[in-house]
């Protein structure tokens, strides 16, 4: 069984779609999207630098994007089951038929806008900690101030806080934990820094037209699945300052009997936690259109089944 997964906030990189511009299409569908949301994201895929492209503004729209191009590239394919890290969620609803490409563009655009402003009242961010036991790490981030705002299994949680306390992180590592890595976001996602962000997401979510999944769709709130569409929304609109489980995620996809899992562009990180956790299932990431053909001969393999 074939799980497609779409990366979060921090996994793009200065010219991450250079390449895929190449691709018959993709830089008409590109300026298409970016003349509907009023965002270039031709440039901000191809020429501008990192600090340009770790603006959440900026950022969110350009991973689904991304995500939505490389998905067109495979072709038609029929994952078991679709899910998403953080904003890789509003990908996974177009995979599962709940929202159009156009429609989560738009989504998107508000939620990055939305979440901009809110990580701008206070100096925030967020750090991945290597190593250490959830039992020691968590009670030593809520003694911090800190937010598990990630818990995404295979040894990794991540802390979202202000900068003062991140600070006092990295000073004073919870046991067990080798290396404390600042993430490549703007804000303290998923944490309550992101409140006022909601109250905008929840009035965008109004307008949508909106599906039931057509595929298995998996919420990263807890790692369940959920078979309305108003429902998905809804967890859309409240995943903003709440903790994404991508642990229970993994675990929904070894019960559901993944064999398989395909993570879009720009891949990596999500197949590097499902190597640790979900020992046995196959894995492609899609950096570039070269991982196309390997990812189109796991596809073929494991979708049918």
């Known amino acids: ?25 993709a830089a008409d569908r590109l300026a298409a999207w970016s003349d509907a949301i009023g965002l270039d994201l031709v440039h901000y ?5 990192a600090d340009a492209i770790r603006d959440t503004a900026v950022a969110q729209p350009l991973l689904v994007a991304a995500g939505l191009l490389s998905a067109s590239a495979l072709g038609d394919i029929s994952p ?24 989560a563009l738009g989504f998107v655009r508000k939620r990055g806008l939305g979440m901009a402003e809110a990580a701008a009242v206070t100096p925030t961010g967020m750090a991945a900690l290597l190593g250490g036991e959830p039992e020691n790490v968590l009670p030593h981030l809520e003694k911090l101030g800190l937010t598990p705002a990630n818990v995404n299994g295979a040894g990794q949680i991540v802390a979202a ?19 404390v890595v600042a993430l490549k976001v703007a804000g303290a996602f998923h944490t309550h820094h992101m409140a006022p962000a909601v109250a905008a997401l929840d009035e965008a979510a109004t307008s949508l037209s909106i599906a039931d999944p057509k595929v298995t769709y ?23 300052s709440n903790p994404v489980r991508w642990d229970l995620c993994m675990e929904t996809f070894k019960d559901l009997g993944a064999t398989a899992l395909v993570e879009l562009c720009p891949g990596g990180t999500l197949t590097g936690l499902a190597k640790r956790a979900m020992p046995g299932v196959k894995t492609v990431a899609l ?16 979708a049918s089944a």
């Not at 921090?10 to 895929?20: I, R, V, Y």
């Not at 904003?87 to 156009?102: K, Q, R």
């Open 45 to 49: 895929g191809t020429q501008a630098d």
């Open 161 to 179: 806080g202000t900068a003062e306390q991140l600070a006092a992180l990295e000073a004073d590592k919870p046991e067990g934990v080798r290396r």
């Open 287 to 302: 950096k570039t259109p070269a991982d196309l053909d390997a990812a189109r001969a796991l596809i073929a393999e494991h």
């Open 80 to 103: 078991g089951a679709v899910a998403g890290h953080s904003v890789g969620e509003i990908t996974a609803t177009t995979f599962a038929g709940v929202l159009s490409e156009e429609a």
């Open 218 to 240: 998996v919420s990263n709130a807890d790692g369940k699945t959920v078979a309305t569409g108003q429902e998905i929304v809804t967890r859309l609109v409240n995943q903003v």
């Open 1 to 25: 069984m074939l799980v497609l997964v779409a990366p979060g906030q921090g996994a793009q990189t200065p010219g991450f779609l250079t390449p895929w511009l190449d691709i018959p299409g």
